[in-house]
């Protein structure tokens, strides 16, 4: 269905941060690829409640305020600012421990797929077909870290994944950010010894966008979605006053006209453009 | 030496008379009740025998035969004990005869008058057959509040035997009660967010439109329902009051309360709880304590298929006939129907956040629950979502206040156009062309089912009647449409 590309690191749009590394890998992919810098938000996939709301809303701050998303596909925190990230219209990049054509976990199939229709891409290392083996998942996290130009850890725990991440982002000199937790939950020991150790700690997405713009500057101009029409990513039903500007009333309106001309339908918490 | 009074028993939630005979002979002490009673009735003997010891008066120590007529009709509970002791009192001549006077009351061993369940009801034979009526006097404000009933109140059976040695004619009768407002219900602004839910719920109010909210658990639906009670408009008096006896015929005490009744039957409910039924006198259900105001049905899809579908007459019609011995009684049962369910066994089907792990066999035979004819009685059906973390810390909501007083105007166009829009004659509706060329198009398309497009209409004259406009609109067509959201069996 979708076909994979090979970058190599001397090509015209290989990521400029992943040549940092000591051994920039040749990259496949699928999906659209920008040179936009990229923020990453990675977390341990056993999360609480309190991780998925904010990696869920960083996600989502982060695509609204033009920032690209990168996160590893797992389930817990990575799916949570996956989805958050194409709720806000945004551009989302997944990293994977497998071929790039091998869904894993499989329940984030649908997430997968969404992030291709929402004109993200898909990476990896590996060549298609390779199966997810535990072994690969650290070598991962060095792409995520070089692509990114900032990383967000939201819940880590005493070791995992988000905490070599964060490692090897501070090691090539990108700003970590930190969310903090309670200090006797597993959930959150690994990001509250990060921010003993010096890590920037974010008190919710409007801090970090605030931060970032500090650091990095101004986001890639992020183009408002137009009116009337529904991105593929659909919107939350309950949003349209907010992201059409008008009252409850008026939305409820303008959907039904839509509806009935065939532009729009309604799926659950979504809206989504016509099936026709 | 007979004498007799009237007193009142509830059929369908109305008031009949019931004649009680008193007969005092010549033969030795007995004491005889005849005329259907129920326990409680025939235990007024003992009550009745005891109050007028207390009161100071010689019970007759005769023959004493009371008989409650008609016999046919079923008689229960205690509001006969003091009609049953002034009627023998006038046939021993301890007292003058009753006439025609109503008399209601439960009597206490110490000759107290207790207010019993049917002071409404003599309210209403008092003012329907111009005679004066006799209730305990903790009730009497409500026999007066019915218009041209003349109410007095007695606490006691010795009281109540001065009135009548005094005569009736020569006092003034009592002042009608204040309107009670219910107990203080939650208000509106403790929900942040769910803009398009509050509109639908408004909306629902403004017309007493049925509205059906579905989404995850957790999501706020029926947070929102029970904050219906706080914007709908005061019922009328009479209403109240029709209420209040149709909550006394199920053995309930209302007293003048102008908020409308909220009722949410559980849905493990049996038939006869939810729709009124009973062997013997047949007591009405929750679809009718819900008249005039809101029947909530929390977790729809739970509710069996077949309790479901005995809603179809009462939401149709207002009434629901309940069968009795060969005949079948109706009693009113106009509510508002206010219902939510979760979209699937699991709760998160179509929830951005988390997937529906509900198996789909599962899953479609869930969603058909709720399906066709049922979803076809709903003219509002909003999907409501979950709240966003970050609208927990978010501004609170409107409050209830100013949304009410948007209904009440609301209410007032169409109450001056007869009633309100949940019962629109459509040709009362006066839409302007591009309004009906909107809904007949969605209606072609397959939008709207024909059924829903006529709820639709009718949800659109309430949005026009909330904007005060005279003609419905194009733009109050397209959110009644945007009001009544999809639910497919998938």
């Known amino acids: 269905m979708n076909d994979v590309r090979v970058m190599a690191p001397d090509g015209p749009d290989y990521p400029m941060g992943l040549l940092d590394l000591e051994d920039p890998p040749h990259l496949y992919v699928i999906g659209e690829t920008t040179t936009a810098p990229a923020v990453a938000v990675v977390g341990t996939r056993r999360c609480t409640r309190y991780g998925l709301n904010l990696a869920d809303a960083f996600g989502h701050g982060l695509s609204r305020a033009g920032w690209t998303t990168v996160s590893g596909l797992a389930r817990g925190i990575d799916a949570a600012a996956h989805r958050g990230t194409l709720r806000g219209e945004g551009s989302a990049v997944a990293v994977l421990g497998s071929g790039v054509d091998v869904v894993y976990p499989i329940e984030n199939a649908d997430l997968y797929r969404a992030i291709l229709r929402s004109g993200g891409a898909i990476l990896s290392e590996y060549p298609p077909g390779t199966r997810p083996d535990r072994w690969r998942f650290p070598a991962r996290n060095r792409i995520i870290a070089g692509i990114s130009s900032a990383v967000v850890v939201v819940e880590a725990g005493e070791k995992g994944g988000a905490l070599i991440t964060a490692r090897l982002a501070a090691e090539l000199g990108r700003p970590v950010f930190v969310v903090p937790g309670d200090i006797d939950r597993p959930a959150s020991i690994g990001c509250n010894r990060l921010i003993r150790d010096g890590a920037h700690p974010v008190l919710g997405a409007d801090d970090l966008l605030a931060e970032l713009e500090l650091i990095l500057g101004k986001p890639p101009n992020h183009v408002p979605p137009s009116e009337g029409v529904i991105p593929a990513t659909g919107l939350a039903f309950d949003d349209l006053p907010s992201i059409w500007e008008c009252t409850p009333a008026e939305a409820l309106a303008r959907l039904a006209r839509m509806e009935i001309a065939g532009e729009a339908r309604r799926v659950g918490d979504l809206v989504l453009p016509g099936s026709g | ?490």
């Open chain 2, 1 to 490: 030496m007979y004498a007799a009074a009237t007193s009142v028993a509830l059929v369908g939630g109305e008031a009949r008379p019931v004649r009680v005979e008193a007969h005092v002979g010549r033969q030795s002490e007995a004491f005889k009740l005849s005329g259907l009673p129920d326990t409680a009735v025939r235990e007024a003997k003992d009550r009745v025998r005891a109050a007028v010891a207390s009161a100071g008066i010689r019970f007759p120590n005769r023959t004493v035969t009371v008989n409650l007529a008609p016999a046919d009709l079923p008689k229960g509970g205690t509001d006969y004990d003091l009609p049953i002791a002034l009627g023998i009192l006038a046939a021993s001549k301890e007292i003058p005869p009753l006439r025609e006077a109503v008399v209601v009351g439960e009597l206490a061993l110490d000759g107290a008058v207790r207010p019993g369940s049917n002071a409404f009801g003599a309210g209403v034979l008092s003012a329907r057959q111009n005679v004066p009526c006799l209730v305990a006097s903790s009730v009497v404000g409500e026999s007066a509040s019915i218009p041209g009933a003349r109410a007095y109140g007695v606490d006691s059976l010795a009281a109540a035997v001065d009135l009548l040695r005094e005569g009736l004619g020569n006092v003034e009768p009592a002042e009608p009660g204040p309107p009670i407002v219910g107990e203080k219900v939650p208000d509106l602004a403790d929900i942040r967010g769910q803009p398009m839910a509050r509109r639908a719920l408004e909306v629902a109010a403004a017309g007493g439109h049925h509205l059906l909210m579905h989404g995850p658990p957790g999501s706020g639906k029926t947070m929102l329902a029970r904050r219906i009670i706080g914007i709908l408009p005061p019922l009328e008096i009479e209403h109240a009051v029709e209420t209040a006896m149709l909550w006394a015929a199920a053995g309930r005490r209302r007293g003048l309360v102008v908020t409308p009744p909220f009722r949410s039957p559980h849905h493990t409910a049996s038939k006869a709880a939810l729709v009124g039924g009973g062997s013997g006198n047949p007591v009405p259900g929750e679809v009718s304590l819900a008249h005039r105001g809101v029947l909530f049905l929390d977790e729809l899809a739970e509710f069996p298929r077949s309790h479901l579908d005995t809603l179809r007459q009462p939401l149709e019609e207002g009434v629901v006939s309940v069968a009795r011995r060969g005949s079948s009684l109706d009693f009113p049962a106009s509510f508002q129907l206010l219902a939510a369910t979760n979209p699937c066994p699991c709760g998160f089907y179509g929830d951005g956040r988390r997937p529906c792990d509900c198996r789909p066999a599962i899953l479609g035979r869930y969603r058909s629950r709720i399906s066709g004819p049922l979803i076809d009685r709903f003219d509002l059906i909003v999907r409501v979502g979950r709240v966003e973390a970050a609208e927990y810390s978010g501004p609170a909501g409107e409050a209830s206040a100013p949304i009410a007083c948007r209904v009440e105007h609301a209410r007032e166009a169409q109450l001056r156009r007869g009633q309100i829009n949940r019962y629109l004659d459509l040709g009362d509706g006066r839409e302007s062309q591009p309004a009906g060329r909107l809904v007949a198009m969605a209606v072609g398309n397959g939008v709207l089912t024909a059924r829903g497009g006529d709820r639709v209409r009718r949800v659109a004259r309430t949005i026009a009647d909330l904007e005060e406009a005279d003609q419905v609109e194009e733009h109050h067509m397209a959110e009644a449409i945007g009001l009544r959201g999809e639910w497919r069996d998938e």
